[in-house]
């Protein structure tokens, strides 16, 4: 079997946006982030000579992304998007190790490989109608925002983006611990799989609700996450009405959030506006999570690893080399603060645990993973899978070591949820958008 293929014309206007994106980042790199957050350790020192190489390896990962019309396609150029090509930048920009852009790379190409050669096979389960599933998981995410207010979590409801940070420790401290693993769950998997259960149907009152309780969700945990999902959901579902369209469409999407986030800069620097949505998107949402895949790299190639110490699945019998957790110990060397928790994705979180080893380790699960999504693209048609799982794949790739999104984030779940739904009713290929 081929790896690499001849591009058509589309695949070609896909090769000339990730070339877009990665020349625009850098422009916003170099000229707002570094200027602005020099502070929060962005590396500054531009090599021009590492250009080249960064296109040539952009241009190997898009060769190896196939099967336009599987789930596995949309996710990955998610991943190449969004993970790999802001790595890219910063090691151009920052001139990093060359170690790092090839870590990064072969990470996100096993990824690609794995899913090529591997099938899962579907598993055989008593299923339930998405309109049945429609009705559960509505209300139990009514249920879950209703059980915040019994516990007394309207007591920090705060709608104020800027003050998230100073009370959202007092918000999780008012309520049960239970709520802090319950969050997550509902956040990423259940209000999200019931937002895309409602669009399927057409119940656009059910869509109103879940948006409600995602907003809700923020106010009363301070977690800016939740309020962005819902929007994430409906571009996905509608951006996935053409595979041959969705992934162009999600580069022109980043690129026009660049662009936004560019003007707000600009502006900021000329005294008229507080660069929120620029800090928030181009900062916060694109370069953050390889930032901190950097700082996992650059720490753990030169101190011992952690070998899943802090993972359920050692059950306490692996000691920690240090006495802070790895998201903790990156918070305290790198901003020096330890109560920070610095999470990162797979490349980070796997070399923190294992080094190399740990990486692709990591890259081959998250590969059979795609596999197993690809079964039931098939089978339940490939748009619904994407806009089931967009939210759950991103964190997964950015911001979650694999094992607590499996055991903590809800990623079995949600498996479990897809494993026993029946397609039937509409077809998402022709809901309107």
Same mark, same amino acid.
């Given at each position: 079997?081929?790896?690499?293929?001849v591009?058509?014309?589309?695949?070609?206007?896909?090769? %000339?946006?990730?070339? =877009?994106?990665?020349?625009?980042l850098?422009f916003?790199? +170099?000229? $707002?982030?570094?200027?602005? $957050?020099?502070? +929060? &350790?962005?590396?500054?020192?531009?090599?021009?000579?590492?250009?080249?190489?960064?296109?040539?390896?952009i241009v190997?990962?898009?060769?190896c992304?196939?099967?336009?019309?599987?789930?596995?396609?949309?996710?990955?150029?998610?991943?190449?998007?969004?993970?790999?090509?802001?790595? *890219?930048?910063?090691?151009? &920009?920052?001139?990093?190790?060359i170690?790092?852009?090839?870590?990064?790379v072969?990470?996100?190409?096993?990824?690609a490989? !794995?899913?090529?050669? $591997?099938?899962?096979?579907?598993? @055989?389960?008593?299923?339930?109608?998405? @309109?049945?599933?429609?009705?559960?998981?509505?209300?139990?995410?009514?249920?879950?925002? &209703?059980?915040?207010?019994?516990?007394?979590?309207?007591?920090?409801?705060?709608?104020?983006?800027s003050?998230?940070?100073?009370?959202?420790?007092?918000?999780a401290?008012n309520?049960?611990?239970?709520? &802090?693993?319950?969050?997550p769950?509902?956040?990423k998997v259940?209000i999200?799989?019931?937002?895309?259960l409602?669009?399927?149907?057409?119940?656009w009152?059910?869509?109103?609700?879940?948006?409600?309780?995602?907003v809700?969700?923020?106010? =009363? !945990?301070?977690?800016?996450?939740?309020?962005?999902?819902?929007?994430?959901?409906?571009?996905?579902?509608?951006v996935? +009405?053409?595979?041959?369209?969705?992934?162009?469409?999600?580069?022109?999407?980043?690129?026009?959030? #660049?662009?936004?986030?560019?003007?707000?800069?600009?502006?900021?620097?000329?005294?008229?506006?507080?660069?929120?949505?620029?800090?928030?998107?181009?900062?916060?949402?694109?370069?953050?999570?390889? #930032? #901190?895949?950097?700082?996992?790299?650059?720490?753990?190639?030169m101190?011992?690893?952690?070998?899943?110490?802090?993972? @359920?699945? !050692?059950?306490?019998?692996?000691?920690p080399?240090?006495?802070?957790?790895?998201?903790?110990?990156?918070? #305290?060397?790198?901003?020096?603060?330890?109560e920070?928790?610095?999470? !990162?994705?797979?490349?980070?979180?796997?070399?923190?645990?294992?080094g190399?080893?740990?990486?692709?380790?990591?890259? %081959?699960?998250?590969? *059979? $993973?795609?596999?197993?999504?690809?079964?039931?693209?098939?089978?339940l048609?490939?748009? *619904?899978?994407?806009?089931?799982?967009? =939210?759950?794949?991103?964190?997964?790739?950015?911001?979650?070591?694999?094992?607590?999104?499996?055991?903590?984030?809800?990623?079995?779940?949600?498996?479990?949820?897809?494993?026993?739904?029946?397609?039937?009713?509409?077809?998402?290929? @022709?809901?309107?958008?």
């Amino acid at each position: 079997m081929r790896i690499f293929k001849v591009s058509s014309l589309a695949g070609a206007r896909i090769y %000339v946006l990730y070339a =877009l994106l990665f020349f625009f980042l850098l422009f916003v790199f +170099q000229n $707002f982030i570094v200027v602005l $957050f020099a502070s +929060q &350790g962005y590396p500054d020192n531009l090599a021009v000579g590492n250009i080249p190489v960064s296109l040539l390896l952009i241009v190997l990962c898009v060769s190896c992304i196939r099967r336009p019309e599987m789930p596995s396609y949309f996710f990955l150029h998610l991943g190449l998007s969004l993970l790999i090509t802001p790595s *890219l930048v910063l090691y151009c &920009g920052g001139s990093l190790p060359i170690s790092f852009a090839l870590t990064s790379v072969s990470a996100f190409l096993i990824i690609a490989i !794995t899913t090529i050669f $591997f099938d899962i096979r579907r598993i @055989k389960l008593k299923r339930v109608t998405s @309109k049945q599933l429609l009705i559960l998981l509505t209300g139990l995410s009514l249920a879950f925002i &209703g059980s915040i207010f019994v516990f007394g979590g309207a007591r920090f409801i705060n709608f104020d983006f800027s003050r998230v940070y100073g009370i959202r420790s007092d918000a999780a401290e008012n309520l049960p611990g239970i709520f &802090g693993y319950l969050s997550p769950l509902f956040g990423k998997v259940i209000i999200p799989f019931a937002t895309v259960l409602s669009i399927l149907w057409r119940r656009w009152s059910m869509v109103a609700i879940l948006v409600g309780c995602s907003v809700l969700l923020f106010a =009363l !945990t301070a977690h800016k996450a939740p309020l962005f999902y819902p929007f994430i959901v409906l571009f996905v579902f509608w951006v996935a +009405q053409s595979s041959s369209k969705a992934v162009e469409l999600l580069l022109i999407a980043i690129l026009g959030i #660049l662009a936004i986030s560019s003007i707000d800069f600009w502006l900021y620097t000329n005294g008229k506006e507080s660069m929120m949505f620029g800090s928030l998107f181009a900062r916060r949402v694109i370069l953050v999570p390889s #930032l #901190l895949n950097w700082f996992y790299f650059d720490w753990f190639s030169m101190h011992e690893k952690y070998y899943w110490a802090g993972s @359920k699945l !050692t059950l306490g019998l692996i000691a920690p080399p240090e006495s802070l957790s790895a998201v903790n110990l990156i918070g #305290l060397e790198y901003f020096n603060n330890e109560e920070m928790s610095a999470n !990162t994705g797979w490349i980070g979180s796997g070399y923190a645990n294992a080094g190399l080893f740990g990486v692709y380790l990591y890259s %081959v699960l998250i590969g *059979l $993973f795609f596999s197993f999504l690809n079964v039931y693209g098939r089978k339940l048609g490939a748009r *619904l899978v994407i806009a089931l799982f967009t =939210l759950p794949v991103l964190v997964m790739l950015r911001s979650t070591d694999l094992t607590t999104m499996l055991l903590t984030h809800g990623l079995l779940i949600a498996m479990g949820i897809l494993m026993i739904l029946r397609p039937e009713g509409p077809s998402p290929e @022709k809901v309107a958008s």
